[in-house]
């Protein structure tokens, strides 16, 4: 018998409770019995994100909040900073390239993070700007951008920070007023342990101010309709009833737990499974982690991707490898949303034993000992 473990960047394990609550028999959209579970979780996102602005419900995978923070906020012909440091900063490069937007694209290497100087350059160099995106943890590498420092840059300026945090919402500090970050979204197939389907996002004044005179596109994702349904605890289209549901007890989970236990647990996970990994003698990938996941480079000699389809096909470990420059060089454990650390464990056990098995030299056990080690500091 082999049990299957997801241990991926998204989607992520669902928590039986949260199954449970999805398997309840539908409501209606338009009820009185949905529109109370609606607000509260309006309620619950508005704390989760750490705003006082109004948190949008889409019924879409995260991409779909990324074009809708795209669409709202911008006219045909602006430019924008578009940070471009994997396969999901390239996204937002090409939403500008689909909808005639001017991207000054910053490159990063991947791996790296980028420098809040080479974006404020990007604004002196370029007036005109009106808005900079970028991700919080880019997923395809396991990069942690400076979203705080790029926040305070932009507060210098005309230009919005719009910050994609579909798999670091719930897994990092990311206090939306606070930082003065101007559109955060997210997902809740990620830390919020649900399965894919259900996007949302906040928005500022300031932004809501660009979106008066916006003129991209938008007809499903207008978000001035959304929130004036949402304002109602109603949705403008059919919402996706049985998640919704299961994102109010999501965030009753996250409540029960703290916010700032549940930042602490992943920054833990996060420690044991990189200590456990440079014990193994591996490097890790991201030179600015991001406590969402570990992205580690394979030894010489082996094929990430080999190594990714040996885990899961052997002992039931589903783990991602790289993309595009990445692929056959890396692999990527997630530790966000409903991970503890006999989670880290196993999956620090089964690569040891991957890598053994694949003719790497590794010492069986090391790993996981620097992995206990971590944890029990």
């Not at 997801?6 to 409501?27: D, F, H």
């Amino acid at each position: 018998m082999k049990k299957i473990r997801l241990l991926t960047p998204g989607p992520t394990p669902v928590p039986e409770r949260l199954a449970l609550r999805m398997a309840r028999p539908i409501v209606h959209h338009r009820s009185p019995e949905f529109e109370a579970v609606f607000a509260r979780v309006r309620e619950g996102l508005a704390w989760l994100l750490q705003t006082r602005q109004d948190v949008l419900v889409l019924a879409s995978s995260g991409t779909g909040a990324m074009e809708a923070a795209f669409v709202n906020f911008l006219r045909k012909g602006d430019s924008a900073v578009v940070v471009d440091a994997g396969k999901f900063g390239e996204r937002w490069g090409k939403l500008a390239k689909g909808y005639g937007v001017n991207a000054v694209t910053l490159k990063c290497e991947w791996g790296s993070a980028v420098e809040p100087a080479a974006v404020e350059k990007a604004l002196r160099d370029h007036p005109g700007i009106k808005a900079v995106f970028v991700q919080a943890n880019e997923s395809s590498t396991g990069v942690y951008h400076p979203v705080r420092e790029l926040a305070q840059i932009t507060a210098r300026s005309s230009a919005i920070l719009v910050v994609d945090a579909i798999s670091a919402v719930g897994a990092m500090p990311l206090p939306m007023d606070e930082w003065g970050i101007d559109i955060l979204l997210g997902a809740c197939h990620k830390a919020l342990a649900l399965p894919p389907g259900i996007a949302f996002l906040g928005a500022s004044e300031k932004a809501w101010k660009l979106n008066e005179t916006a003129d991209l596109p938008r007809f499903y994702f207008d978000l001035r309709r959304e929130r004036e349904s949402q304002r109602k605890n109603q949705t403008a289209w059919t919402p996706a009833i049985a998640l919704v549901e299961g994102l109010d007890e999501s965030l009753q989970m996250f409540r029960e737990e703290g916010l700032e236990a549940c930042f602490a647990r992943h920054e833990r996970l996060a420690r044991a499974a990189r200590a456990g990994m440079t014990a193994l003698g591996l490097s890790l990938y991201s030179r600015s982690p991001s406590n969402a996941m570990t992205t580690v480079l394979a030894p010489a000699g082996i094929d990430s991707e080999k190594l990714v389809k040996h885990l899961f096909a052997e002992y039931g470990i589903k783990l991602v490898g790289g993309q595009d420059a990445a692929k056959g060089k890396i692999f990527r454990i997630a530790h966000l949303g409903y991970f503890d650390e006999f989670d880290i464990l196993v999956v620090i056990a089964a690569v040891e034993r991957g890598l053994h098995d694949l003719g790497a030299k590794v010492s069986l056990g090391a790993g996981l000992a620097a992995a206990q080690k971590a944890l029990a500091s």
